[in-house]
C-alpha cells in the first residue's frame, strides 16, 4: 500500500494503480482523457456492490481525486458509502482482482461482493 | 367492506359467483401502479428485484417480489416492461412507501426515477373470458382514452386470463366499456381467489415469511445472479423444503375467523388460517402449514376439535384454467 494522502475518503494502492493503468493500456484508451469511475450500486445479496467502470465524461458533481497518475470519479452518493475505503487489487494465480476495504460496511454476503451499511 | 385498506362492496348481485365463469369486474380501489424509468432502470430493478428483469422482452409482463436481504417480502405484484427503460409496477397500495423507502435508499449511482400515479379507479377484470373482454393474448397495453397512464397489465389472480386495469373509468360505466364483463363484489372474487390457491401480500402474506412459502416461486429467478436477499432464497431452493407453506383448506360447519390456529391430534401447532370463506355448509381457507403437517399425517384440526382437509395442490385452481 502506498502512503499517499487520503483525499476526500477514498484511497488507492500501488498495486491498484498499477491494475488500472494495465487496464487502460489493454482497451487502448487515452490516459488523458478516462477516468475511473468508483460507485456504489443496488443490488447484491446484502444490499449494495461495488462498480468499477472507465469513462470519459465527467458529470458535474463528480468528485475527481487523482492518484498515482489515475484519475477517479465518485459521484456524491456513492462517496458517503465509501468514504475511507481502500481500493486495492490482488493478483496471480488465487488473486481476486481489485478489492475494497470499506470501514463502512457493517456486512458482507457470502462471496464478498456485497455490502450492506 | 375494507380489503388492504380500501373499502370494497361484498357482494354486487345474485349471481356473483356465476359471472366469475364469464368475465367479472372487481372494484380495487387498493391497486397502484408505480412507473419506473431513467437510464438505469433495468439495471437497478433486476438487482433489487427477485425477478430477472433484464432478461424481460420488450412488452411482457412478469410477476415480481422485493425482498429484504433476508429474503422476506417487502412487496409483490407484477411487472411490466414497456420499453427498455420504461417498467410499470402493479402492487397494493400498503406496500408502496415501504417499496420506494427501500428504493430510496438504494438508489446511489444509478440514473433510474419512479412516481406513483394518481390512482384513479383500478379494477380487476378476471375470469375464463377476461383475455377475450380485453387485450387477447398481449400481456399489458395503454388505455389513452382512459387518462395519462392509463392502462391494463395482465396478472393471475382466479384465472391465466386476469387483468388489472388503471385509469380514471367510473365504475358504473365499465361494463358498458367492456361488453360481456360484470361487476361482482369481493366475497365471490375472494372465494375464488382461495380456491386458486392464490396468496396476497397483507391478508394472507406478511414480512415474516419467505418469499417462496406463498407459493411465489415464479417470482424469484435463480439463475440472474445477485440481488437482494439472493443468498437467503437460493439457500433455501437448493436446499429443497421449505418449513413453511402455503395450503389449501376446506372445513365444515361455520367459518372460522382468519388467524385461528391449526393444530395436530396432540394440540400441536401445524399452523394457521389467513383467509376464509363461506363455501356450501362449510368453509374454505387459504393457510400456512408446517412441513410437519403433511410429513406426520397426524390429521389437521382447529382448536374447538373440528377436522380440517388439506385440498390436494392439484386441484381446481388457476393452473388448471
Redesign the interface.
Given at each position: 500500500m502506498n502512503d499517499s494522502t487520503i483525499q476526500s475518503g477514498i484511497s488507492i494502492t500501488d498495486q491498484a494503480v498499477a491494475a488500472v493503468k494495465e487496464a487502460i493500456r489493454a482497451e487502448s484508451r487515452s490516459p488523458e482523457t478516462t477516468f475511473l469511475r468508483v460507485?456504489?450500486?443496488?443490488?447484491?445479496?446484502?444490499?449494495?456492490?461495488y462498480?468499477l467502470s472507465f469513462t470519459d465524461q465527467r458529470e458535474d458533481e463528480d468528485l475527481v481525486i487523482e492518484q498515482g497518475g489515475v484519475r477517479l470519479l465518485l459521484?456524491p452518493?456513492?462517496e458517503m458509502?465509501l468514504r475511507g475505503t481502500i481500493l486495492d487489487y490482488s493478483s496471480g494465480l488465487n488473486g481476486k482482482g481489485f478489492v475494497f476495504t470499506n470501514p463502512n460496511a457493517t456486512g458482507t454476503?457470502?462471496c464478498g461482493?456485497?455490502f450492506?451499511v | 367492506m375494507t380489503v388492504l385498506g380500501a373499502s370494497v362492496p361484498r357482494r354486487l348481485s345474485d349471481e356473483d359467483t356465476e359471472r366469475l365463469q364469464g368475465a367479472a369486474l372487481l372494484p380495487a380501489p387498493w391497486e397502484r401502479r408505480i412507473v419506473v424509468t431513467g437510464r438505469d432502470a433495468s439495471r437497478f430493478l433486476h438487482n433489487m428485484l427477485t425477478q430477472d428483469v433484464a432478461g424481460m422482452p420488450i412488452s411482457a409482463v412478469r410477476p415480481f417480489a422485493q425482498a429484504d436481504r433476508k429474503g422476506h417480502p417487502i412487496a409483490e405484484g407484477w411487472i411490466w416492461r414497456e420499453e427498455p427503460e420504461r417498467f410499470v409496477l402493479r402492487i397494493a397500495d400498503p406496500f408502496v412507501g415501504a417499496l420506494l423507502d427501500l428504493f430510496d435508499r438504494h438508489r446511489i449511482m444509478e440514473r433510474v426515477e419512479w412516481r406513483v400515479p394518481p390512482a384513479g379507479t383500478p379494477f380487476l377484470l378476471v375470469g375464463p373470458r377476461a383475455a377475450a373482454v380485453l387485450g387477447g393474448e398481449a400481456e399489458a397495453g395503454r388505455l389513452p382514452e382512459f387518462g395519462e397512464d392509463a392502462c391494463w397489465i395482465r396478472v393471475r389472480e382466479i384465472t391465466l386470463a386476469d387483468r388489472v386495469v388503471f385509469g380514471s373509468v367510473p365504475f358504473a360505466t365499465v361494463s358498458a366499456w367492456l361488453p360481456g364483463a360484470l361487476p361482482v363484489g369481493w366475497d365471490a372474487f375472494d372465494r375464488a381467489r382461495i380456491e386458486a390457491g392464490r396468496a396476497w401480500m397483507g391478508l394472507d402474506v406478511d414480512s415474516e415469511r419467505l418469499v417462496p412459502e406463498p407459493g411465489w416461486e415464479d417470482r424469484i429467478s435463480y439463475a440472474k445472479g445477485c440481488y437482494l436477499g439472493q443468498e437467503t432464497l437460493a439457500r433455501l431452493h437448493y436446499q429443497g423444503r421449505l418449513n413453511w407453506n402455503l395450503a389449501r383448506l376446506r372445513g365444515s360447519g361455520t367459518p372460522i375467523p382468519p388467524g385461528t390456529e391449526l393444530r395436530d391430534s396432540d394440540s400441536g401447532r401445524l399452523g394457521w388460517v389467513t383467509s376464509v370463506q363461506p363455501d356450501g355448509a362449510g368453509w374454505i381457507a387459504l393457510g400456512f402449514l408446517h412441513r410437519r403437517a403433511r410429513d406426520d399425517a397426524r390429521g389437521l384440526f382447529l382448536p374447538d376439535g373440528r377436522t380440517v382437509t388439506e385440498l390436494p395442490t392439484d386441484g381446481p385452481s388457476m393452473r388448471n384454467c
Open positions: 460507485g456504489v450500486r443496488a443490488g447484491g445479496c446484502s444490499g449494495y456492490s462498480d459521484d452518493r456513492s458509502l454476503c457470502g461482493e456485497s450492506s | -
